[in-house]
């Protein structure tokens, strides 16, 4: 059972740093990640290792950085692109989508486009309809582009070690409510977590990395599967301890990535529990958990003993309103129902 | 047009009754004490999310919208980013909403739905304050362009900070006004800072901003933003010089003699260099670090724009100590009322989850709303 009391925060700065070290090509650039030392903190400290010329204050300017970045990435270089948040990466869709994914594939596979793009995505705490953005079913949709969404300090990680190390756009979607997750070191689900180490990353083990496109079994059971990533793998946690009440051993499954899926882990818990509910923190309509819905049921059909259910976002803008909010959000109680109706226990 | 030419001549703001000057003077208390209480409901947690305060700068928000038609707010919009409460106040929302919107209640003009960075008051011609910075720019230039297609005379304000100079949509509204001629004042509240990163850092020509407008043949000014009755001046102006501007494309031909709207004479868009101080954080959650030797705050303050025309009155004869001390009780007095309504009124209900979402309402938005779970009963979104 490691003991290492690391923050989410601290992981992600962890495997810039380590990276860094290791390999000069890689520059992290965005608004304030250097004098201000991280509008979350994430890039706290980092100017003072590494200086002006590898971590960049850039302006406002998301279309511009982001799609330098890109341009720097064919030359050779490993650009790191910290939009504060993800919401504020729209402005430069046209590069982050319309070009980095892409780049391979238009050049006939001359230039690569090896760059991270990472910042804060989900819900941050009423911060109004703009600000509030989930970017995986909209991103996932598009092809030449790997997608992470972790859930622990530990897969914050891996995850982007191993984007980091890769060769193609790697968007890390990074969750501004957990970034101080894990301060009070193995706490919260850490019970649920099948082998104790899965919540913090090794520490001095700078080759640690975490494969992307393979799902992690949070918590083993047998009677229904849920199918998530990010923070809602807490909510799915929680909810378990509710079920547990009522007799219901539930199988979490994080897919860590959705693009890479894991689809072959997730086949293999429906095949052993006949149910499954997928909890996406996006929208539903044309979604990572509907893509996951088609799926199972392409490979599933015959191990289901029902139609498998879906907690999203309500399908509206985030409003600003506090209760509402919550409402609108997946929650601990929404994948309890959703769990009891698929089971025929509502 | 530089200051020293402004300074020479007639000063827009002379012919000012006293009863306009006082009532300049108290919407700019009004802000300020407004401002305070949102600091204070913040700090308590009855406003949430990020939340940016308009104290120091609140003679740009009066100075400049005084110089808008006072007859029909609707005539002259304005539209900016998200430290919006003191335009919003300015341009005539009642404190009320604005305050009922931050606590995320129904009554607040938007139902709870936008809180402090998204204030809209569609009957003063408010256009909201926008949370993605710069995107405020291209909706200016539509506002515009729906004034002069429609051939009406009124003229739009587009605020946005120095960061927001930096984004592209601001480049793009600046060509699309010059080359349509649109009738919009860029408005740049220019504090120097955005979060933490000095104007000189993020902007090319931090120190002659006037080039900006020159790449494309726009008109520039500038004035103290922390003066009142100069930023008054400089509005007064730039508004007469915007109104009516006429699209040079609405005569097709000799597209390589199109520069006549850049000969000075002829009304046009604007790009208005405001410069003045934020007294405060970037929001709330912002501890300032990178600030704390500047003394700009400080220098600020002994120069501040509601002391300095409250002098200006006094000085003049145009208001007694006794006035200010009313104009100040009865702002004090709204602010507080402000936040006993936002108190007392009911919190933004489940009802209105998915009510807003569509004019033309259908399926799950017609019947008030779904539950979280989606299952094949209700998944016909
Ligand atoms: C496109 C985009 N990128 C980043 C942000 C985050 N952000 C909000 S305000 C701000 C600073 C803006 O400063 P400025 O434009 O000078 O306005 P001020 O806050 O000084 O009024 C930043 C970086 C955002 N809202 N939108
Ligand atoms: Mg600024």
Redesign the interface.
């Given at each position: 059972m490691s003991e290492r009391k690391i923050q989410y925060r601290e992981a992600i700065r962890e495997a810039m740093q380590e990276e860094m070290r290791l390999d000069a090509r890689i520059f992290l650039m965005g608004?304030?990640v250097g004098?201000?030392n991280g509008?979350y903190k994430v890039s706290e400290g980092m100017l003072e290792e590494f200086g002006p010329r590898r971590i960049i204050?850039?302006?406002?300017?998301?279309?511009?950085f982001a799609g330098l970045g890109i341009g720097a990435a064919m030359y050779g270089l490993k650009p790191i692109i910290e939009f504060m948040s993800w919401?504020?990466c729209?402005?430069a869709a046209d590069q982050i989508l319309n070009n980095a994914p892409k780049m391979r594939y238009m050049s006939g596979g001359q230039f690569g486009c090896p760059i991270v793009f990472r910042g804060n995505n989900g819900a941050?705490?009423?911060?109004?309809?703009?600000?509030s953005w989930s970017m995986e079913s909209m991103f996932s949709s598009v092809p030449g582009l790997k997608l992470a969404v972790p859930s622990t300090p530990r897969d914050a990680k891996g995850l982007l070690k191993a984007g980091l190390k890769g060769q193609d756009p790697f968007f890390s979607l990074e969750s501004e409510r957990m970034l101080g997750m894990g301060a009070r070191g193995r706490k919260d689900f850490s019970r649920y977590l099948h082998d104790g180490d899965l919540w913090a990353p090794p520490e001095n083990d700078a080759d640690f990395t975490i494969p992307l496109g393979l799902a992690d079994i949070k918590k083993a059971g047998k009677d229904c599967t849920i199918v998530t990533a990010g923070r809602p793998v807490h909510f799915a946690l929680e909810a378990a301890e509710a079920l547990e009440k009522d007799g219901i051993d539930i199988e979490v499954v994080d897919v860590r990535t959705w693009r890479p899926l894991d689809i072959e882990t997730i086949v293999k818990s429906v095949q052993k529990t006949g149910a499954c509910v997928v909890v996406d923190q996006s929208w539903?309509?044309a979604s990572v958990?509907s893509e996951v819905v088609a799926q199972i049921h392409e490979r599933c059909f015959d191990d289901l003993d029902g139609?498998v259910?879906?907690?999203?976002n309500?399908?509206?803008?985030a409003?600003?309103?506090?209760?509402?909010e919550q409402?609108?959000l997946?929650?601990a109680r929404?994948i309890t129902?959703?769990v009891k109706?698929a089971l025929y226990r509502a | 047009m530089s200051t020293a030419s402004a300074s020479t001549l007639p000063r827009p703001s002379d012919q000012l009754a006293p009863g306009q000057l006082q009532k300049m003077l108290y919407d700019m208390i009004l802000i300020r004490r407004f401002e305070e209480k949102t600091m204070q409901a913040y700090m308590q947690q009855k406003i949430g999310g990020f939340c940016h305060i308009y104290i120091g700068q609140e003679a740009v928000a009066v100075g400049s919208i005084s110089a808008l038609d006072q007859a029909d707010p609707q005539k002259d919009p304005v539209v900016g980013g998200y430290r919006d409460h003191g335009f919003a106040l300015a341009k005539g929302m009642h404190p009320n909403y604005c305050m009922a919107e931050m606590f995320g209640k129904v009554t607040g003009c938007a139902k709870g739905k936008g809180g402090s960075m998204h204030m809209f008051d569609k009957d003063r011609g408010m256009y909201g304050g926008h949370a993605i910075v710069g995107g405020q720019c291209p909706l200016g230039a539509g506002i515009a362009f729906g004034i002069q297609y429609e051939e009406k005379d009124g003229v739009v304000l587009c605020y946005l900070g120095d960061g927001a100079l930096n984004q592209g949509a601001f480049f793009e509204s600046m060509d699309l006004a010059a080359i349509w001629n649109l009738p919009v004042i860029f408005v740049l509240e220019n504090n120097g800072w955005s979060m933490g990163t000095h104007i000189a850092r993020g902007t090319a020509m931090a120190h002659d901003l006037k080039a900006k407008a020159e790449a494309f043949g726009m008109r520039y000014a500038e004035c103290d933003g922390l003066d009142v009755l100069a930023t008054f001046d400089c509005f007064a102006r730039e508004v007469a010089a915007t109104r009516n501007a006429k699209n040079p494309q609405w005569h097709r031909g000799d597209w390589d003699k199109l520069a006549y709207h850049r000969d000075g004479n002829a009304n046009g868009p604007c790009f208005i260099n405001v410069k003045t101080v934020r007294y405060q954080g970037h929001s709330m959650s912002d501890p300032q670090k990178y600030r704390k030797e500047t003394g700009e705050v400080e220098n600020a303050k002994s120069r501040d724009p509601i002391q300095g025309l409250v002098r200006h009155l006094i000085e003049r004869g145009l208001a007694t100590q006794e006035d200010i001390t009313a104009l100040d009780e009865k702002a004090k007095a709204m602010a507080a009322e402000a936040v006993a309504f936002a108190e007392a009124s009911p919190d933004m209900p489940a009802s209105e989850m998915f009510t807003d979402v569509y004019a033309d309402v259908y399926g799950p938005y017609i019947a008030g709303g779904l539950p979280g779970i989606v299952t094949n009963k209700n998944s016909g979104q």
């Amino acid at each position: 059972m490691s003991e290492r009391k690391i923050q989410y925060r601290e992981a992600i700065r962890e495997a810039m740093q380590e990276e860094m070290r290791l390999d000069a090509r890689i520059f992290l650039m965005g608004e304030e990640v250097g004098e201000y030392n991280g509008s979350y903190k994430v890039s706290e400290g980092m100017l003072e290792e590494f200086g002006p010329r590898r971590i960049i204050d850039s302006p406002i300017a998301e279309t511009g950085f982001a799609g330098l970045g890109i341009g720097a990435a064919m030359y050779g270089l490993k650009p790191i692109i910290e939009f504060m948040s993800w919401s504020f990466c729209l402005v430069a869709a046209d590069q982050i989508l319309n070009n980095a994914p892409k780049m391979r594939y238009m050049s006939g596979g001359q230039f690569g486009c090896p760059i991270v793009f990472r910042g804060n995505n989900g819900a941050g705490g009423q911060l109004g309809s703009t600000h509030s953005w989930s970017m995986e079913s909209m991103f996932s949709s598009v092809p030449g582009l790997k997608l992470a969404v972790p859930s622990t300090p530990r897969d914050a990680k891996g995850l982007l070690k191993a984007g980091l190390k890769g060769q193609d756009p790697f968007f890390s979607l990074e969750s501004e409510r957990m970034l101080g997750m894990g301060a009070r070191g193995r706490k919260d689900f850490s019970r649920y977590l099948h082998d104790g180490d899965l919540w913090a990353p090794p520490e001095n083990d700078a080759d640690f990395t975490i494969p992307l496109g393979l799902a992690d079994i949070k918590k083993a059971g047998k009677d229904c599967t849920i199918v998530t990533a990010g923070r809602p793998v807490h909510f799915a946690l929680e909810a378990a301890e509710a079920l547990e009440k009522d007799g219901i051993d539930i199988e979490v499954v994080d897919v860590r990535t959705w693009r890479p899926l894991d689809i072959e882990t997730i086949v293999k818990s429906v095949q052993k529990t006949g149910a499954c509910v997928v909890v996406d923190q996006s929208w539903p309509f044309a979604s990572v958990g509907s893509e996951v819905v088609a799926q199972i049921h392409e490979r599933c059909f015959d191990d289901l003993d029902g139609p498998v259910l879906r907690v999203h976002n309500d399908d509206i803008a985030a409003p600003y309103n506090r209760n509402r909010e919550q409402d609108m959000l997946p929650n601990a109680r929404k994948i309890t129902e959703a769990v009891k109706a698929a089971l025929y226990r509502a | 047009m530089s200051t020293a030419s402004a300074s020479t001549l007639p000063r827009p703001s002379d012919q000012l009754a006293p009863g306009q000057l006082q009532k300049m003077l108290y919407d700019m208390i009004l802000i300020r004490r407004f401002e305070e209480k949102t600091m204070q409901a913040y700090m308590q947690q009855k406003i949430g999310g990020f939340c940016h305060i308009y104290i120091g700068q609140e003679a740009v928000a009066v100075g400049s919208i005084s110089a808008l038609d006072q007859a029909d707010p609707q005539k002259d919009p304005v539209v900016g980013g998200y430290r919006d409460h003191g335009f919003a106040l300015a341009k005539g929302m009642h404190p009320n909403y604005c305050m009922a919107e931050m606590f995320g209640k129904v009554t607040g003009c938007a139902k709870g739905k936008g809180g402090s960075m998204h204030m809209f008051d569609k009957d003063r011609g408010m256009y909201g304050g926008h949370a993605i910075v710069g995107g405020q720019c291209p909706l200016g230039a539509g506002i515009a362009f729906g004034i002069q297609y429609e051939e009406k005379d009124g003229v739009v304000l587009c605020y946005l900070g120095d960061g927001a100079l930096n984004q592209g949509a601001f480049f793009e509204s600046m060509d699309l006004a010059a080359i349509w001629n649109l009738p919009v004042i860029f408005v740049l509240e220019n504090n120097g800072w955005s979060m933490g990163t000095h104007i000189a850092r993020g902007t090319a020509m931090a120190h002659d901003l006037k080039a900006k407008a020159e790449a494309f043949g726009m008109r520039y000014a500038e004035c103290d933003g922390l003066d009142v009755l100069a930023t008054f001046d400089c509005f007064a102006r730039e508004v007469a010089a915007t109104r009516n501007a006429k699209n040079p494309q609405w005569h097709r031909g000799d597209w390589d003699k199109l520069a006549y709207h850049r000969d000075g004479n002829a009304n046009g868009p604007c790009f208005i260099n405001v410069k003045t101080v934020r007294y405060q954080g970037h929001s709330m959650s912002d501890p300032q670090k990178y600030r704390k030797e500047t003394g700009e705050v400080e220098n600020a303050k002994s120069r501040d724009p509601i002391q300095g025309l409250v002098r200006h009155l006094i000085e003049r004869g145009l208001a007694t100590q006794e006035d200010i001390t009313a104009l100040d009780e009865k702002a004090k007095a709204m602010a507080a009322e402000a936040v006993a309504f936002a108190e007392a009124s009911p919190d933004m209900p489940a009802s209105e989850m998915f009510t807003d979402v569509y004019a033309d309402v259908y399926g799950p938005y017609i019947a008030g709303g779904l539950p979280g779970i989606v299952t094949n009963k209700n998944s016909g979104q």
